[in-house]
């Protein structure tokens, strides 16, 4: 085939006129304000210790980076106070939107509504901030109590003594606990036998100190609900350090990479736990937000459904981590929540 002059100067045009027209298909497949890069949002923390919330942070930087998103972290690391201030931090610094992650009501019931009076876009990861204009991102807390507590029966029967790890007044552990309540009430011969519980740092070593007093006192317990992992991890230790391995059984709710190998140990305590992908969840944080941004309604409550994970499944399906949890069991990889067509996603191969 003979090129000419001609000919080239063809494909040059149709190469350039590509070129151009790229950028505004690009931004035709996105609505405003993410036709364009830069939108900036806050991500305003109150607990960030472990696992879990760092596995949370990565899924919002990921889906943030997905939709070309201007991203700022503020992290009050459970200082109620400083979380309220850093929403105004968040205001002053002129993002368009902020996602709440974790706090309690009192403290942040009046600084979302500030928010909200600047005329930004607010969206609440696991706080409940009693403002029907924000969209709560939920675990379903309830379900991830239930097929926990649902295992706990099937492994220990309908009558046993148990150690419960709360800690009230956090949004995620108030709805968990209303499923323990029931769970109580429907099986008589279950008895609460002590309730401890601690959120200070490290909460792992701090929830282990409490716990070696509880198993000291009672020592009619078989079974542990740790309704968090990291509570999981402190009884756990304090399981391992009496020698009650074998007779105490730990169910939770979360997972991470850690608690994986934990539930792998031989005679590992640690029975079963239900959980959502973390990153998922952060993912569709920023997806729900990126809705509002975008004039569309994610709904007010966003729930991400959870998938029980026991021992027997770690081990059979050789599962040793996040990857290969995702790998094996594709429900744990991706919910399709909060996901128009025009939503990126940043988990797709």
Do not use: C
């Not at 942040?108 to 924000?134: L, T």
């Not at 807390?141 to 239930?146: E, G, I, M, Q």
């Not at 990291?230 to 009884?235: D, H, I, Q, T």
Request: hydrophobic letters at 45%; zero cysteines.
């Amino acid at each position: 085939m003979n090129i000419t002059r001609r000919l080239l100067g063809k494909v040059v045009l149709g190469l350039a006129g590509a070129t151009m027209l790229m950028p505004g298909a690009f931004a035709a497949d996105k609505p405003a304000p993410f036709d364009k890069p830069g939108v900036k949002i806050a991500l305003v923390r109150y607990l960030s210790t472990g696992d879990f919330f760092q596995a949370y942070l990565s899924g919002v930087e990921s889906q943030s980076k997905a939709l070309g998103i201007d991203l700022r972290v503020l992290d009050s690391r459970q200082d109620a106070a400083l979380q309220s201030d850093m929403v105004d931090q968040a205001i002053a610094l002129g993002v368009q939107g902020i996602i709440i992650q974790h706090g309690l009501t009192e403290s942040m019931k009046d600084a979302a509504q500030r928010a909200v009076d600047a005329g930004i876009k607010v969206v609440a990861f696991d706080v409940n901030v009693e403002n029907p204009k924000i969209p709560q991102i939920e675990q379903s807390d309830k379900d991830l109590a239930r097929l926990a507590l649902e295992q706990a029966v099937k492994d220990n029967g309908e009558s046993w003594n148990a150690g419960y790890v709360y800690v009230a007044g956090i949004a995620p552990l108030d709805r968990r606990n209303e499923t323990w309540v029931d769970v109580k009430k429907k099986y008589a011969g279950i008895k609460e036998a002590a309730m401890f519980g601690t959120l200070d740092n490290p909460i792992a070593n701090s929830v282990a100190n409490q716990a070696r007093s509880v198993l000291q006192a009672h020592t009619d317990i078989n079974v542990m609900f740790a309704p968090y992992d990291e509570f999981a991890k402190g009884v756990k230790i304090a399981v391992d350090e009496a020698g009650l391995n074998k007779k105490i059984k730990i169910y939770s709710a979360d997972i991470s990479t850690s608690d994986i190998a934990a539930m792998r140990e031989t005679d590992s305590a640690w029975a079963a736990t239900a959980a959502t992908n973390p990153a998922v969840v952060g993912q569709v944080s920023v997806r729900a937000l990126a809705q509002l941004l975008a004039g569309e309604d994610p709904g007010h409550n966003v729930i991400v459904p959870p998938t029980l994970i026991t021992q027997k499944d770690l081990i059979d399906k050789d599962i040793k981590n996040m990857e290969d949890l995702s790998a094996k069991l594709p429900q744990f990889a991706h919910a399709d929540v909060a996901m128009p067509a025009w939503m990126p996603n940043p988990n797709a191969k």
